[in-house]
């Protein structure tokens, strides 16, 4: 059964950090690009970030960029998002999925079923 799922979400306090798990079960992660996105409520979803199974590179939205870092773990099958200095506007749920490109994502990917992020005073 393959399938991704995202862990390590929850409220913090402005400037706080969080790093976000997404883990794989059913089949290799390291040969999919892996993304990061997230939607709050009310608003359209948006790509976070990205890392490329090809070359390895990473792409950000700018709005993270500084802040966050993507990486893998190819021993443990699992890509993480570290999330510094976390304002107001990063809360939303947080979602991880195959086929990346950019900020791009497609529909037919494999998705998680998110982590909540919150952040707030």
């Known amino acids: 059964q393959v399938q991704l799922v995202e862990s390590g979400g929850g409220s913090v306090q402005p400037g706080g950090s969080l790093r976000l798990s997404c883990a794989a079960s059913?089949?290799?992660?390291?040969?999919?690009?892996i993304g990061w996105f997230r939607q709050a409520p009310g608003k359209e979803r948006e790509g976070v970030s990205c890392t490329y199974s090809s070359d390895g590179s990473t792409h950000y939205a700018d709005s993270v960029k500084g802040r966050f870092s993507i990486s893998r773990d190819n021993t443990k099958n699992t890509v993480y998002l570290q999330m510094n200095s976390l304002k107001p506007e990063d809360t939303a749920v947080y979602y991880c999925?195959?086929?990346?490109?950019?900020?791009?994502?497609?529909?037919?990917?494999?998705w998680g079923q998110g982590t909540q992020v919150t952040v707030s005073s």
């Open positions: 059913g089949f290799t992660l390291d040969v999919y690009a």
């Open positions: 999925a195959t086929d990346c490109n950019g900020s791009r994502w497609y529909e037919d990917s494999l």
